[in-house]
């Protein structure tokens, strides 16, 4: 076992039986007419699933690329109002990973891997695994097996955690043998929902889907990739060992689309780029990029959605080899229909700097931002670009940006950075301090939280003073570890 697994399973260990004495002694748990809220309340699983993504994030690369953080937002939420989940408050996270992998934990958290984008053919099949883990959530599948694992050793509570968090940063070998001897059966069994849970998903997300005006077949033939996937690799894909697939399963999800008619699948121009990147990410190397990209063009058809985006990753490529003016080619012949797409226009603002036409960059930017006004893409880089201009302004967008975001590492690096060169020095530890917490780094964004402090006094600056007081004690009484 690697020395990470080792040290998630002993803080896991120490949280489990911890978690389960304050469980017992906390007072007055809400009622919420089952007895899963007596064992963990809401609002408790909003405060464990928090804990946990900072756990994640310090162990996992993510993916914090604006378009496929936005994507991932806005495909939840074309499911949320369909769902059967109460929350509101959601968080996401994308692992840089080529693994099948998505998941659900308490709280509202739900996190895909990017290789997810290389199995899904379409949004309809990327929802259907959505609305799936939206289904473990709604039905409080988490507290359940607290429920269950009360009436069994506490060590089933202690590993279950640390299990999740282990599978998904790629070391599922490490959540299966955390423990050995008498317990190892009790760790496999606690890894998984049950069969039973597994089918109440699989029902409930396809409501989901049908509710949402998605196409229900989705589910079956999601479920058929993710099985096709497990035959080329020496171990099943991570997602079928957390949520163990069966023909059945399959079958039953086919039953139950057959009644209902067939809906056009959805596949945007975003999708189609994010599952060009995952390709060129993990599937094609450095050098021969270039070719495959080309091939993919020569075989897509004319002006379809297909040709725009490979187009795209085509004019991304050529931008990243410092080649400006055939990128331009490419990006401008994009078909009519995505030329005013955010993306196309943030990569045309990129090369227009890359050809010393910063004049025509802000023309251009401030058109889309026109067009686009809360576009996290287009409003980053405006940031971007502000702060090797105007960076008073750009602290500006950034803070707003920020606020608008709370709980996204990216945007508080990036106002640490821009913040520095501006001289707001209380600010800049703040944010660093901010960006420090989201990643799991406790000790570290204290001492920063505390330095900003300390340069809020000095400037004399009392409405700084007064926030980073009051996230100076939000950070200091919160729990640093799963125990």
């Excluded at 004495?21 to 928090?50: K, M, N, Y």
């Excluded at 606690?190 to 069969?195: F, K, P």
């Excluded at 079958?251 to 596949?267: F, P, V």
């Excluded at 501006?422 to 799991?440: D, K, V």
Aim: hydrophobic share 40%; glycine share 4%.
């Amino acid at each position: 076992m690697t020395p990470v697994a080792r040290t998630l399973l002993s803080l896991s260990i120490g949280f489990g039986l911890s978690f389960q004495s304050s469980l017992l002694a906390s007072p007055e748990l809400p009622s919420l007419g089952d007895r899963a809220s007596s064992i963990v309340s809401l609002q408790q699983e909003h405060e464990l699933g928090r804990l946990w993504l900072r756990q994640l994030r310090s162990q996992v690369d993510t993916i914090d690329h604006p378009l496929a953080t936005t994507f991932l937002h806005d495909v939840i939420f074309r499911l949320v109002p369909h769902s059967e989940v109460s929350l509101t408050d959601f968080e996401f996270v994308i692992i840089d990973s080529r693994e099948l992998n998505a998941f659900a934990v308490p709280g509202g958290i739900i996190g895909i891997n990017y290789g997810l984008l290389l199995h899904a053919r379409d949004e309809d099949e990327l929802s259907a695994v959505l609305a799936h883990e939206l289904a473990h959530i709604s039905q409080r599948h988490f507290a359940r097996r607290l429920e269950q694992a009360e009436r069994q050793q506490p060590i089933a509570i202690a590993t279950l955690l640390a299990s999740i968090l282990l599978i998904a940063s790629n070391n599922p070998d490490a959540g299966f043998a955390g423990l050995v001897g008498s317990q190892a059966a009790s760790i496999q069994n606690q890894l998984a929902y049950s069969r039973d849970w597994e089918r109440e998903a699989d029902r409930i997300g396809m409501r989901t889907l049908i509710n949402a005006g998605l196409d229900p077949n989705a589910m079956s033939s999601m479920f058929q990739q993710m099985l096709l996937a497990s035959r080329y690799s020496q171990r099943p894909p991570e997602f079928l060992l957390t949520h163990p697939m069966t023909e059945g399963r399959i079958a039953d999800a086919a039953d139950r689309a057959e009644t209902r008619s067939r809906i056009n699948r959805t596949r945007s121009f975003e999708f189609a780029l994010l599952q060009n990147d995952a390709r060129l990410r993990y599937q094609v190397t450095t050098d021969k990029q270039h070719q495959y990209v080309i091939e993919q063009l020569t075989n897509a058809p004319e002006t379809s959605l297909d040709l725009a985006a490979w187009r795209y990753s085509l004019a991304n490529y050529l931008r990243q080899q410092g080649n400006p003016q055939d990128a331009m080619k490419e990006l401008n012949s994009i078909p009519a229909p995505w030329q005013h797409h955010p993306v196309v226009i943030d990569l045309h603002v990129q090369l227009l700097d890359q050809l010393g036409q910063q004049g025509e960059a802000d023309t251009q930017l401030q058109q889309g931002i026109t067009l686009h006004p809360e576009n996290l893409v287009l409003q980053l880089r405006h940031a971007q670009r502000l702060k090797h201009t105007d960076t008073q302004q750009a602290v500006h967008v950034l803070r707003h940006l920020c606020h608008q975001h709370p709980t996204n590492p990216m945007l508080w690096h990036e106002l640490a950075d821009v913040a520095h060169r501006a001289h707001q020095t209380a600010l800049s530890h703040r944010a660093q301090a901010e960006q420090l917490f989201l990643n799991g780094r406790h000790a570290q964004a204290l001492r920063q939280m505390e330095v900003a402090l300390a340069e809020a006094q000095k400037n004399g600056d009392f409405q700084q003073m007064a926030v980073i007081r009051t996230r100076l004690h939000a950070i200091s009484i919160s729990p640093t570890q799963l125990r």
